[in-house]
């Protein structure tokens, strides 16, 4: 499966800015996408995921603000950010997983297929 992250640009503190990541080539509905970031300097953070059947995970640091959806008609995956920070500033990537275990989403190991990234801006 490809993934295609869009939808960054540069957003006040303050704002909201929803991702995509768009699918092809393979059966969508089987994969679990999680929502990463990586900004200079710093490992690759897990910011969520929603599962094959549309159950979502977002860890503490984010939830409440970062919100995921899936359509699976439209093969897309949706990363709701508000109230943004300038420390959410990042290359954002969005990934596939096909793997048995849900609890092992939050691993950059879990997952098979990444997106090429989208840089989110948030200025203060």
């Known amino acids: 499966v490809q993934l295609q992250a869009s939808g960054g640009g540069l957003v006040q503190a303050g704002g909201s800015l929803r991702l995509s990541c768009a699918a092809s080539g393979g059966t969508f509905s089987n994969y679990h996408i999680g929502w990463f970031r990586q900004a200079p300097g710093k490992e690759r953070e897990f910011l969520g995921a929603?599962?094959?059947?549309?159950?979502?995970y977002c860890p503490d640091p984010v939830k409440g603000r970062f919100t995921i959806s899936r359509d699976n008609a439209k093969n897309t995956v949706y990363l709701q950010m508000t109230s943004l920070k300038p420390e959410d500033t990042a290359v954002y990537y969005c990934?596939?997983?096909?793997?048995?275990?849900?609890?092992?989403?939050?691993?950059?190991?879990?997952?098979?297929?990444w997106g090429q990234g989208t840089l989110v801006t948030v200025s203060s």
């Open positions: 929603i599962s094959r059947s549309s159950s979502t």
């Open positions: 990934a596939a997983s096909g793997s048995q275990y849900a609890s092992l989403l939050t691993l950059v190991t879990a997952y098979g297929y």
